[in-house]
Antibody, heavy 123, light 107 residues
Framework: QITLKESGPTLVKPTQTLTLTCTFS??????????VGWIRQPPGKALEWLAL???????RYSPSLKSRLTITKDTSKNQVVLTMTNMDPVDTATYYC???????????????WGQGTLVTVSS | SYELTQPPSVSVSPGQTARITCSGD??????AYWYQQKPGQAPVLVIY???ERPSGIPERFSGSSSGTTVTLTISGVQAEDEADYYC??????????FGGGTKLTVL
């Protein structure tokens, strides 16, 4: 059974850097084809994809947020860390991590998801 | 930037068929995926690769694709199907994109 859980601060101040950790079980990020993604959802709004990291340490970022995001993995700890710099109130959202699934043409989809963690950006 | 377009809302009566569409220029070449999200809960995958149903998802959920539009169909809608539904795909470079979401109301 695959499970994921997000952890990190619930409140950050504008201009600060957010660091979120996704701790997972039921799979290994050293296994070929495996990946973990981050997705966020502002209150009452749509899902927005942020970043993906793959078993081979390849990384992909949302073009609109690429300059602010860094995704890393610690395979031994079964963790993926997302950092987002220069936080702003518009970054207030629930942040989800999710297990990435794929097919023969290396497409990406997410199943299952973590429960999410609400991050509020306010002074 | 690439966008996937969904209707903001769809309403159906119990037992009827709900159809939720998602449009995007790259859909003829990229698979689509559908997620169900109930209030206060994380999204759940209900359809992958346009029309495949994960294990544990009821048979009343189905997906189809035609040109630049993909459709999530829920046959015999039940009250428990009331939720937000999001499509997901990728642009021509493989960047993941989500649609704006559709609120399904069961009357």
């Amino acid at each position: 059974q695959i499970t994921l859980k997000e952890s990190g601060p619930t409140l950050v101040k504008p201009t600060q850097t957010l660091t979120l950790t996704c701790t997972f079980s039921g799979f290994s990020l050293s296994t070929s084809g495996v990946g973990v993604g981050w997705i966020r959802q502002p209150p009452g709004k749509a899902l927005e994809w942020l970043a993906l990291i793959y078993w081979d340490d390849d990384k992909r970022y949302s073009p609109s947020l690429k300059s602010r995001l860094t995704i890393t993995k610690d395979t031994s700890k079964n963790q993926v860390v997302l950092t987002m710099t220069n936080m702003d109130p518009v970054d207030t959202a629930t942040y989800y991590c999710a297990h990435r699934r794929t097919g023969v043409t290396r497409e990406d989809w997410f199943d299952p998801w973590g429960q999410g963690t609400l991050v509020t950006v306010s002074s | 930037s690439y966008e996937l377009t969904q209707p903001p809302s769809v309403s159906v009566s119990p037992g009827q068929t709900a159809r939720i569409t998602c449009s995007g220029d790259a859909l003829p070449k990229q698979y689509a995926y559908w997620y169900q999200q109930k209030p206060g809960q994380a999204p759940v995958l209900v359809i992958y690769k346009d029309s495949e149903r994960p294990s544990g998802i009821p048979e009343r959920f189905s997906g189809s694709s035609s040109g630049t539009t993909v459709t999530l169909t829920i046959s015999g809608v039940q009250a428990e199907d009331e939720a937000d539904y999001y499509c997901q795909s990728a642009d021509s470079s493989g960047t993941v994109v989500f649609g704006g979401g559709t609120k399904l109301t069961v009357l």
